[in-house]
């Protein structure tokens, strides 16, 4: 449906535009749209490839798993269900270190990882358990420390302080990570 409906904005464009006589300016602006967002792609890829370069030097290096021990009394308390030998833990701690940083595009393989491993313990295969909800809950409203995506982005679209979004960015992802958990609870 979403594909229908853009396909008629497209054509309405280009209908508009050749009913002015400025078709023209629909080839510029769509030449000029591909040039932006192959600098946008770029300079996010520096930024992600940057974060998960840290994230595999924190892994290899043994720093993530003395993060998942601190992080081991939040998540036996947040996930419960799970046995203590669960491979589905080095899944969520992962998932969870590259939300902290922003890092969503890099979160979805470690938490696809984890809810595999969940799927695999759930006694009920076509119904989520409370494990698998309570990940996709703190996958979707992520708490992040360092919105490094979001910095990107506004860095490349020229912001003359990208930084200044730090502090409501903490706020309100654990605001909506609290929501979440207190929903869930309910």
Known sequence: MVNIIWLLLLLAGFA????????GLVTQAAFAGAAKS???IVSLAGVLMLWL????????SGLLQKLAGLLS????????????DSPAFS?????????LLGLG????????QAMQELQRLNPKPDTASDSMIT????????ITLLPTTVIALRSSAGSANPTEILLLCILSSAFGVLVGL?????
């Not at 370069?53 to 290899?60: D, I, R, S």
Request: aromatic fraction near 6%; glycine fraction near 6%.
């Open 16 to 23: 508009a535009a050749a009913w002015q006589g400025n078709i």
């Open 38 to 40: 192959v600098d946008l």
């Open 53 to 60: 370069g840290v994230l595999a030097l924190m892994e290899a």
């Open 73 to 84: 009394p939040l998540l036996r308390h947040l996930f419960p269900e799970l046995p203590a």
């Open 91 to 99: 899944g969520i701690v992962l998932n969870f270190c590259a939300n």
């Open 105 to 112: 595009n890099a979160a979805t393989p470690f938490g696809l």
């Open 135 to 142: 990940l996709l809950l703190l996958n979707t409203s992520a």
């Open 182 to 186: 207190a929903a869930h609870a309910v």
